[in-house]
């Protein structure tokens, strides 16, 4: 097991791609590395929990993993108090540049040790993260140890079932290699976080298109394409991307 001073190679990996991406791109998407319609599909499913009162007015909120500060100007904006945090420098330079107004609040830290005291949040978001980290328990344990009383968490994790993972598996098992990804079963991050003392008590399916197939964009905001992906046993064992687990502090 890797200590808590050492940084595995894969780790160190993603922290150069993520650096090396916000020192050449711009671009929110680019930034993080998702594909333009990725970001979209996410934000468009975010929009949906903030619309439907996930979370409460005037929360105080952290984004571990902020990247160019997506989802921090977007909390700020409706109301929110939010810390956006990442490892990546070059990466919060793009966050601070998107936000002249300074309507969020930055800073460089590790998930693996968040300088903040027990309780410090209403609300913790993790997206985007899970599948960079070597030990993604050690981050969920942080997130909920800053969680207060109440407080509601949402991670995301890659879908191990979907095509594409399984695919990147078979794909590193032929070439023998370490695949570049974690991925965590949703099942997995909910021990995780009932151990840190969470309920996780919904899954949300992230449908994002292929990249090579753009078009399919549209009909994945269609109501039946999520009530399919919801409800369906086999469509919802493979469809998603990615699925969002949110948690909860009683």
Same mark, same amino acid.
């Given at each position: 097991?890797?200590?808590? #001073?050492? *940084? ?13 991406? $916000? ?25 949906? @929990? ?22 921090? *100007? ?6 929110? *108090?939010?810390?956006? @945090? ?8 793009? /966050? !601070? ?16 040790? @968040?300088?903040?005291? $027990? ?5 913790? !978001? ?13 981050? !969920? ?8 009383? #109440?407080?509601?968490? !949402? ?17 590193? #098992? /032929? ?29 949300? /399916? ?12 549209? /009909?994945?905001?269609? $109501? ?27």
């Amino acid at each position: 097991m890797t200590e808590p #001073g050492e *940084r595995p190679t894969f780790e160190r990996e993603w922290r150069r791609r993520f650096e090396a991406r $916000a020192s050449r791109f711009e671009a929110d998407h680019a930034v993080s590395g998702w594909s333009d319609a990725g970001l979209r599909r996410r934000l468009a499913v975010f929009d949906g @929990l903030l619309d439907e009162g996930w979370l409460p007015p005037g929360q105080r909120v952290l984004e571990l993993g902020c990247g160019a500060g997506t989802y921090v *100007r977007r909390l700020a904006k409706a109301g929110h *108090r939010v810390v956006g @945090l990442d490892y990546s420098r070059p990466s919060l330079g793009r /966050a !601070l540049a998107a936000d002249p107004a300074g309507v969020g609040r930055y800073l460089a830290a590790e998930a693996y040790a @968040l300088p903040f005291a $027990a309780g410090a949040f209403d609300a913790v !978001l993790c997206i985007g993260v899970l599948q960079a980290l070597a030990q993604p328990e050690r981050a !969920l344990a942080e997130m909920a140890r800053v969680l207060a009383p #109440g407080g509601r968490a !949402l991670v995301e994790t890659l879908n191990p079932w979907s095509p594409l993972a399984a695919w990147r598996r078979l794909s590193s #098992g /032929a070439r023998r290699q370490a695949t570049r990804l974690t991925y965590c079963a949703p099942q997995r991050v909910e021990r995780a976080l009932r151990g840190a003392g969470l309920h996780a008590f919904r899954h949300v /399916a992230v449908l994002v298109p292929p990249r090579s197939l753009p078009v399919a964009e549209r /009909a994945m905001g269609q $109501a039946w394409v999520a009530r399919a992906a919801r409800s369906v046993p086999g469509v919802r064992l493979i469809a998603p991307h990615a699925v969002w687990v949110l948690g909860s502090r009683p």
